[in-house]
């Protein structure tokens, strides 16, 4: 079984960028907690990081091809502005679940609308980096049949 973890521009600067709302966990803490995790499930997890849309839809087409079994994608701020983004998770059967370190909804008012969450299977989001842990957890176990 293999997932794919996505995260959006901006993300590679977790632990340095405004840690009062991100913390000082870095992206490469996430992925070697989510790495361990996905190995109790005898799985594997592709992680990904981009500050450029159009590679964020490559790699979710890819998703497709590869045939993984979900997509975690913290979208960054492509969530409240990118039909584009929108409209991969749309054209491919991989189902995808949208997480957040921060609650979206209680951030300013263009932070509040997700362009992607209706093509999502779920969205995560003011739980804090344990968002990623449990996104993952979703997908293994489902697959598990657990």
Known sequence: MELLVLNGPNLNRLGKREPEIYGT?????????LQQLAASFQSEIDFRQSNHEGQLI??????EDRRMVGI??????????????????????????E??????HKREPFRH??????????????????GY????????????GE
């Open 25 to 33: 966990e870095t992206l490469a803490d996430i992925e070697a907690r």
């Open 58 to 63: 490559d790699w979710i087409h890819e998703a």
């Open 72 to 97: 975690v994608f913290n979208p960054g701020a492509y969530t409240h502005t990118s039909v584009a983004l929108r409209d991969a998770i749309a054209s491919v059967t991989v189902p995808v679940i």
């Open 99 to 104: 997480v957040h370190i921060s609650n979206i």
């Open 113 to 130: 609308h997700s362009m992607l969450a209706a093509e999502c299977v779920g969205q995560i989001c003011g739980l804090g980096t344990i």
């Open 133 to 144: 842990d449990l996104a993952v957890r979703k997908f293994l176990q489902q697959e598990k």
